[in-house]
């Protein structure tokens, strides 16, 4: 009847068959090919009851709606910017949905965003075909200082860990390091603060032993152990 | 006419020694190195990204490009740098090689690059460069319907084998080679060409040749992304 | 997309510190490995901190320049590969990899660092010609170095094929290029008023003014280039020159 050939959380590799037969359900990442679920993409398979997906290792960032990203200003039209992220296609944020405030037709767009400005930006909508619209009008969006900061890329599909549960983690980084973090789902993180390199080492250990257990007391280590708060008093 | 020997020794149903590794160029979306025998091929993947000239997009998926190159002292005679008209057919049959494998819809108006170089070459580059991109496709998280194989089969002093090396090629009393590249999953041939002449059934032995080949492959670019993807996500058990 | 901007970078480098911690000075790591090519007659790979490059080697005869009737011809050419970089395209050299290797080219010509008389067969005849092919792998910033060190090291390595009069042997070595010297290039470059060695990638967009020099194991310089749209000063030119000769050291140092 139905077989399953991996178990959950294995890594597979594209074109490895996951199941056979009709009772199990592709999702994102799996797909049908008659009697078989395919894997298309390097990941770790993920076994829900009988939806199968998988979670991707590689780069690529798929786009959602209501995603945070980072991305930068390309350019300046008339009715709206367009924005890098780092997708295949390039996002538009319209007028409308650029800020609270009215903007008049005639104004120069630039002194809202300019030209390689970086934005933490929200995705309002997206078409079928890969047409991503964002917005800056949602609560902790905002344009990123151009004379402070970094940015740090990592892998999408890491992004949840460097967050933790409920934001545990980034609270963490966020307060040993005495650094302002911005996490864009699309693999982008800002960095702006008093001890930048060690938050970026923080980051990169993230990215390198996610997968190892006891990486919260890892990383709470190498940010120096005690709370910054507690030693001052 | 009879070639009894393999002149490096080989069976003549066995590949020579492959080596393969994923990720090793970091500014690539994916990369990978594929060697086998003397001949090395590197690949890279840039994308999907926007495509310009934006008369080349196609609104209804992504487009595959695909370039390949030798350097020119990957052979003993140096080859001038620069595309050449054999270049450019291997790089248009490296493209159909692997587009049956990738799923572009989800990429309209997009591209996805794949450059491969061949930095040394003992015959059957244009499948060492194929099985190269294959890898660096799935390290750059394209998606995929299946990883690519390739290999050379052919008939040599009347002997049918697998992968032929540069002597092989060069055969005073005949050689006739055929590149061929298969979808692993359900056997489906993706790149096939000959070069020289050879008999209906004698082509279907080589073919025959070429699936087993072909799986052998299959496992060796499954294990060097295993090797890549498990050293990051310990999947060791 | 860079990850850093123009006024971040300015301000840490106030701060005397660089992006990846290093000395303003201080060169990244160096890696050279021979035989990497093997028809060609010497190759070699060098990695200078991600930076990656490979260069081969080819020798032929032919016919000498009509103005140098007894010597050998060397020719320089590099390709920057779009695969090692997502922003490079396709297609002939541009006019940066075309200066790439002319540089290359006069720091090797202009310090006679291979005795060219001695590659001559037969006077206004036949000559070795040393075809030298350098290509980026994975470009992190400061591919002229790498190309240059790579260059060096495969000509270093290199065997010359046998010619018996009529047609070269490629399969029958014998003994090495004649080299009298190993000329080697550093390059610096300026952001607004600090001056960088070896410069990664996110430092390198935002130069002012770049400037390579050749140095030879005597302690001459033997090319210079400045590249970038801004200026240098005289005292620039000096303090790079003076760091070049220490980089200098250091990076021939690595191919003994």
Known sequence: ?233 | MSYTKRNDGRKFDQIREIEAKVGIIKSADGSAMFKIGKTIAIAAVHGPRDLYPKFMQNPRKGILRCNYNMMSFSVDERIRPGPSRRSKEISLVTENALLPALSLEQFPNAVVDVFIEIQQADAGTRCAGICAASMALADAGIPMKDLVCAISVGRVGGKILVDLDKFEEDYEEGSTDMPVAMLPRKDEISLLQIDGHIKPEEIEEALELAKKSCKKILEIQRNALKEKYEKEYGQDE | MNNISREYLISILKKGKRVDSRQLDELRNVEISYDVSEHAEGAARVKLGNTEVVAGVKLEVGTPFPDSPDEGVIIVGVETLPLSNPDFESGPPNAESIELARVVDRAIRESHAIDLKKLCIEKKEKVWMILIDIYSINDQGNLQDAAALAALAALKKAKMPSFDGEKVNYKEKKGSLPMNELPVECTNIKVHDKILSDPILDEQIWLDARLTVATTDKGEVCAMQKGGSGTLTINDVKEMIKISLKNGKILRGKLK
């Open chain 1, 1 to 233: 009847m139905s077989n399953l050939f991996v178990k959950d959380k294995q890594l597979v590799l594209p074109g490895e068959i996951v199941a056979e037969g009709m009772d199990y359900l592709p999702a994102y990442g799996i797909f049908r090919d008659n009697d078989q679920l395919v894997a298309s993409k390097v990941g770790l398979v993920s076994i829900d009851n009988r939806l199968i997906k998988l979670i991707p290792l590689t780069g690529t960032y798929t786009p959602k709606v209501n995603d945070t990203v980072i991305g930068r200003i390309v350019n300046v039209g008339f009715s709206g910017w367009t924005v890098d992220f780092g997708f295949s296609n390039l996002a538009q944020l319209p007028v409308r949905d650029a800020t609270h405030e009215f903007v008049d037709r005639r104004s120069d767009l630039t002194q809202y965003f300019d030209f390689d400005d970086l934005i933490v930006t929200k995705i309002s909508n997206m078409s079928k075909g890969n047409l991503v619209d964002l917005t800056m009008k949602s609560p902790g969006l905002f344009k990123l200082s151009k004379e402070k900061g970094r940015l740090v890329d990592i892998t999408p599909s890491k992004v949840p860990r460097v967050i933790g549960k409920q934001g545990s983690m980034i609270s963490m980084i966020k307060r040993l390091t005495n650094c302002k973090l911005s996490v864009g789902q699309n693999g982008k993180i800002w960095i702006e603060g008093e001890n930048e390199e060690l938050a970026i080492k923080a980051i990169e250990l993230i990215e390198k032993e996610s997968h190892l257990p006891g990486l919260t007391e890892k990383i709470e280590k190498l940010l120096g152990g005690n709370d910054v708060l507690h030693k001052k008093e």
